[in-house]
C-alpha cells in the first residue's frame, strides 16, 4: 500500500523560495514515477511537474524555470524546489505516485494529504 507524505509548504512572500518533499512508503520507490499537482480555492487540481523512475522530468509552462523536480531514491522521496514564487502559486500541493508515468499524468495515482503554499504579494 502507497503512503505519501508531504511537508515543506508554509507562508512565503513573492520573490521567496520553499522545497517541497514528498516521502514515500510501502512501495520500490525507484520504479514509480512521481507527480506534484496543486490545487488553488475553488480551482481544479493541476500537474505542477513529473519525474519518470529514470529522471525525466516535465513542467506545466507556467512554472517552467522556476520549479525544479527530483528525486532521491535513497531517501524515498521526491521534492519540488520553487523559486520566484508568486501569489498565483498559492495552492495545497500534493505528490501522486504510480508505477505507470501516464496514470501519474492522469491523476490517477496514489495521493498524499497535501501541504499549504501560501504566497503573499
Known amino acids: 500500500q502507497v503512503q505519501l507524505v508531504e511537508s515543506g509548504g508554509g507562508l512565503v512572500q513573492a520573490g521567496g523560495s520553499l522545497r517541497l518533499s514528498c516521502v514515500a512508503s510501502g512501495i520500490i520507490f525507484s520504479r514509480y514515477a512521481m507527480g506534484w499537482y496543486r490545487q488553488a480555492p475553488g480551482k481544479q487540481r493541476e500537474l505542477v511537474a513529473t519525474i519518470t523512475s529514470v529522471g525525466s522530468t516535465n513542467y506545466r509552462d507556467s512554472v517552467r524555470g522556476r520549479f525544479t523536480i527530483s528525486r532521491d531514491n535513497a531517501k524515498n522521496t521526491v521534492y519540488l524546489q520553487m523559486s520566484s514564487l508568486k501569489p498565483e502559486d498559492t495552492a495545497v500541493y500534493y505528490c501522486?505516485?504510480?508505477?505507470?508515468?501516464?496514470?501519474?499524468?492522469?491523476?490517477?495515482?496514489?495521493w498524499g494529504q497535501g501541504t499549504q503554499v501560501t504566497v503573499s504579494s
Open positions: 501522486n505516485a504510480d508505477l505507470q508515468f501516464w496514470a501519474v499524468v492522469g491523476g490517477r495515482g496514489s
